[in-house]
């Protein structure tokens, strides 16, 4: 079984950046396309960006597209979220986990990202 570790999140204030990071263990991380999700308290886990297996093509929400960038490096066996002009909606607690397989990994704990002047 794949354990994917996020890692990256944090406090920022509304306009600022941050990285984040999901470390995949074994070695078919290369092989499925990936994707982040987030949660917020009270709502539903939602699709924030995916990306294809050698990351060629990426897809992304409404809410985040041109502030948000997916990105992955198959020789680390790791996903990348780079974040620019966060806003307070985008607090929320994020996950990876592979995208549109009929066998998904388990979740990771997450990383909490919280916006906030």
């Known amino acids: 079984q794949v354990q994917l570790v996020e890692s990256g999140g944090g406090l920022v204030q509304p306009g600022g950046s941050l990285r984040l990071s999901c470390a995949a263990s074994?070695?078919?991380?290369?092989?499925?396309?990936m994707a982040w999700y987030r949660q917020a308290p009270g709502k539903e886990r939602e699709l924030v960006a995916r990306?294809?297996?050698?990351?060629?093509?990426?897809n992304y929400a409404d809410s985040v597209k041109g502030r948000f960038t997916i990105s992955r490096d198959n020789a680390k066996n790791t996903l990348y979220l780079q974040m620019n002009s966060l806003k307070p909606e985008d607090t929320a607690a994020y996950y990876c986990?592979?995208?549109?397989?009929?066998?998904?990994?388990?979740w990771g704990q997450g990383t909490q990202v919280t916006v906030s002047s």
């Open positions: 986990r592979n995208w549109g397989s009929s066998s998904p990994w388990s």
């Open positions: 074994g070695s078919i991380f290369s092989g499925n396309p």
């Open positions: 990306i294809s297996r050698g990351g060629v093509t990426t």
